[in-house]
């Protein structure tokens, strides 16, 4: 149901520092991880993937890492711009089954 | 490529009235689309899942009879929510996913944001 006053997690960054956005996952069978950016207003957008086999994958400008052993999920966006302010959300995929989405990070780049 | 949209992106009815919202895939074929509901500062929360040509699975809690999903082809998917109430007020999005895969990437809609008065 509806929740009041719920307040996203906040991640406040220099603009040009690298940002680290954490995520720990549920289900240790999972297979396949999304990050999404959303911005406010907007739908999600899809970032970067990273299949179970794998531990970490480099986009552009952004790294996504996976610890399969303490179920963790990490983003880093390097040099980070005022463009990236938004919340970024993990997802976990089963089996190819619905996606289950954590709480979320809002980031906020300070100038 | 991967083009998600929705219609409308934001719409105002009075209570008691029914509300459609489109979900068009543009560029890939969708062999699944999903529909989710995100209240403000919270994550989204899955309402159905819909395969081309078969009943929409709903998730528990979600009422069948008050959101009506229809996927009738490959590239649209409908919501309607039937007899709107203030409560139902919220932001609407869809996501689609195509074939080939158990683990093709959703993408999602820009929302759609509902308002009941």
């Known amino acids: 149901g509806e929740s009041v006053g719920l307040h996203l997690p906040t991640l406040s960054v220099q603009e040009g520092d690298n940002s680290i956005i954490n995520c720990a996952y549920s289900n240790s069978a999972s297979d396949y991880f999304i990050w999404y950016k959303q911005e406010s207003g907007k739908g999600p957008q899809f970032i970067i993937d990273i299949r179970s086999n794998m531990d970490k994958r480099q986009g552009q400008r952004v790294t996504v890492l996976l610890n399969k052993t303490v179920k963790h999920l990490s983003l880093q966006i390097a040099a980070t711009q005022p463009g990236d302010s938004a919340v970024y959300f993990c997802a976990e995929n089963l089996w190819g089954n619905k996606l289950t989405f954590g709480t979320g990070t809002q980031l906020k780049v300070e100038l | 490529g991967a083009v998600v949209s929705q219609h409308p992106s934001w719409v105002i009815c009075k209570s008691g009235t029914s509300v459609k919202i489109e979900c068009r895939s543009l560029?890939?074929?969708?062999?699944?689309m999903f529909w989710y509901r995100q209240f403000p500062k919270q994550s989204l929360m899955l309402m159905a899942t819909?395969?081309?040509?078969?009943?929409?699975?709903?998730e528990q809690g979600v009422e069948k009879d008050k959101f009506l999903i229809n996927h009738a082809s490959l590239t649209l998917s409908t919501l309607t929510v039937t007899s709107a109430h203030p409560e139902d007020s919220s932001f609407y999005i869809c996501?689609?996913?195509?074939?080939?895969?158990?683990?093709?990437?959703?993408?999602f809609g820009p929302g759609t944001r509902l308002l009941v008065l």
């Open positions: 560029d890939f074929q969708a062999t699944t």
């Open positions: 996501s689609a996913r195509g074939g080939g895969g158990l683990q093709e990437t959703q993408y």
């Open positions: 819909s395969n081309e040509g078969s009943k929409a699975t709903y």
